[in-house]
């Protein structure tokens, strides 16, 4: 399993009012050091800025996805990636049938697994937060080779030990892309909090 549509470890996930600019908000994040961009289904119209960033040949995932008809839409409109907010096997289905990466969303042990069996290429831990970097590291241990993003609760003072506990990437949310400044066009607010984010994440060195 590996989740082949992450670069770097780090993925953006936008929930905003309102995307004035999909290429800005992705140039602005990049500059940032984070080049994977998550969009989601509460965003409105989302599906009119994937295609836009697919087009512009800087591809977003989607998130946020429910069912079967969303995963179907995004895929048509270019996602490069779903990702569910929890156990969802048609979504899994429509991802895994059109060679698009899935990252399933789970907590428990027994969703993890449920997650593998589906056929997630990755397994997003949410609300990571909850436990913290802890659960995450136990979770490793029956699950070794199974790749965990956690989401929820991640920020910029933890999120290097999320990675030191065996995560492959992590996800960041309000702390890096604040709806407001989404929707305001604040590239510049947005590329700064990115590189907050990256450098603390990277640690001392």
């Known amino acids: 399993m590996t989740p082949t549509a992450l670069q770097g470890r780090v993925i953006a ?3 905003a009012p309102a995307i004035p600019d999909v290429h800005g ?6 500059a940032g050091g984070i080049p994977t961009v998550e969009l989601t289904f509460t965003t409105p119209d989302v599906l009119r800025h994937v295609t836009a960033a697919r087009d512009a040949g800087t591809p977003v995932g ?3 996805v ?9 895929v048509d409109a270019g996602a ?12 899994a289905e429509v991802g895994v049938a059109a060679g698009v990466p899935v990252y399933l969303g789970a907590f428990t042990p027994t969703e993890v697994a449920a997650a593998v069996d589906l056929g997630a290429t990755a397994v997003k831990i949410f609300p990571a937060g909850l436990h913290g970097p802890r659960y995450l590291s136990d979770l490793r241990g029956p699950f070794p080779d199974v790749p965990l993003l956690p989401s929820g609760g991640v920020n910029e003072q933890n999120a ?6 065996g995560a492959v990437a992590v996800c960041a949310g309000t702390g890096v892309v604040p709806p407001q400044a989404v929707a ?6 947005i590329t700064a909090r990115a590189t907050r984010f990256t450098t603390l994440m990277e640690g001392p060195g």
């Not at 290097?160 to 506990?165: G, S, T």
């Open 160 to 165: 290097a030990a999320f990675l030191a506990a």
């Open 25 to 30: 908000l992705v140039a602005a994040l990049a």
């Open 13 to 15: 996930v936008v929930r």
């Open 66 to 74: 429910l069912t079967a008809e969303q995963a179907t839409a995004a």
């Open 62 to 64: 989607v998130g946020t």
């Open 184 to 189: 305001a066009g604040d590239w510049a607010d």
């Open 80 to 91: 490069a990636f779903l990702v569910t907010p929890g156990i969802r096997a048609e979504v």
